[in-house]
C-alpha cells in the first residue's frame, strides 16, 4: 500500500477529528429532533403533518450518521480510496438533506399562525365532545396563560359553548367549593392562544432551520477534507 506524503497525512488525522465531531453533530439531530417532535406531539391538533416531518428527517439524519462516520474512519485508517469516496458521496448527501430542512424549517415559520388558528377554531366546537380535545385545549391555556384563538369570547361565540373552560382563568388560592370562570373573572386569561402558540411554534422551527444549515456548513467542511484526501490516495496509487 502506498504511503501518504506529509500534508494528506495531516488531512487524515483531521478526518478523525472531524468525525469526533460528525459524530457529536448526529448525537445533536438526534436529541433536537427527538425534543421537538415531542413538543409538536402534545398539539398535534393544532399542527399540520408537515410540522412532523421535519424533526423526524432530523432524527433519521442523525441516526444515519453513525454509519457514515463509520466509513470515514474505517476509510482514513486504511488509506481506501472507495471507502473515502463512500463517505464522502453520502456525506454530500446528508448535508444536502439538512440544507433542505433548514429551508423547510424556515418556510414553515410563515405558515405557522394561519394553520394553527385554522386548526384551533375547528377543534374548539368539539371541546365538550371529546375528552382528547378538551385535554390539549386545557393544557394549552393553563401552559401559555391564553384563553380561546383570539380572545376568551371565541368559546361562546365560535365553539357555541355555553360557557368557558376552566383552564382559562388562573386557580384562585383558597378557593372552597365550586369556582366558575367567566368572561368579566378577575384572573381570566385575556391573551388569544395564538398568538402565544404561532411565537412558540416559530421560535422551534427557526431553531430546526438554524441546526440544519449550521450543520451543513460543518459538513461541507468535511466533505472538502474527504474530497482532498481520496484524490491524494488516489495520486499515490498512480505514481507507484
Known amino acids: 500500500m502506498a504511503k501518504l506524503s506529509l500534508a494528506p497525512k495531516t488531512i487524515k488525522y483531521l478526518m478523525f477529528i472531524f468525525n469526533l465531531f460528525f459524530v457529536i453533530t448526529g448525537i445533536v439531530l438526534l436529541s433536537i429532533g427527538a425534543v421537538i417532535h415531542g413538543v409538536y406531539h402534545q398539539y398535534q391538533h393544532f399542527l399540520d403533518n408537515r410540522f412532523f416531518s421535519v424533526p423526524s428527517l432530523l432524527v433519521a439524519v442523525g441516526s444515519i450518521i ?27 448527501a446528508i448535508f444536502l438533506l439538512e440544507i433542505i430542512g433548514g429551508i423547510m424549517g424556515y418556510v414553515m415559520r410563515a405558515q405557522v399562525a394561519s394553520i394553527a388558528q385554522q386548526k384551533m377554531l375547528d377543534t374548539m366546537p368539539r371541546y365538550n365532545n371529546s375528552y382528547e380535545i378538551q385535554f390539549v385545549w386545557d393544557n394549552l ?13 371565541d368559546w ?85
Open 66 to 92: 453513525f454509519i457514515i462516520a463509520f466509513f470515514g474512519c474505517c476509510g482514513a485508517v486504511r488509506e481506501s480510496y472507495c471507502m473515502i469516496i463512500t463517505f464522502c458521496t453520502l456525506l454530500a
Open 141 to 153: 391555556q393553563r401552559d401559555f396563560h391564553c384563553c380561546g384563538t383570539i380572545n376568551a369570547t
Open 156 to 240: 361562546t361565540n365560535t365553539a357555541k359553548l355555553s360557557g368557558i373552560p376552566m383552564s382559562c382563568c388562573d386557580d384562585t388560592i383558597g378557593a372552597i367549593g365550586m369556582s366558575n370562570c367567566t368572561l368579566s373573572s378577575e384572573n381570566l386569561h385575556e391573551v388569544g392562544c395564538i398568538d402565544a402558540f404561532a411565537k412558540f411554534a416559530e421560535t422551534h422551527a427557526a431553531k430546526i432551520a438554524g441546526v440544519g444549515i449550521g450543520l451543513g456548513i460543518i459538513q461541507l467542511i468535511g466533505i472538502l477534507l474527504s474530497s482532498y484526501l481520496a484524490k491524494s490516495i488516489k495520486n499515490c496509487y498512480q505514481t507507484m
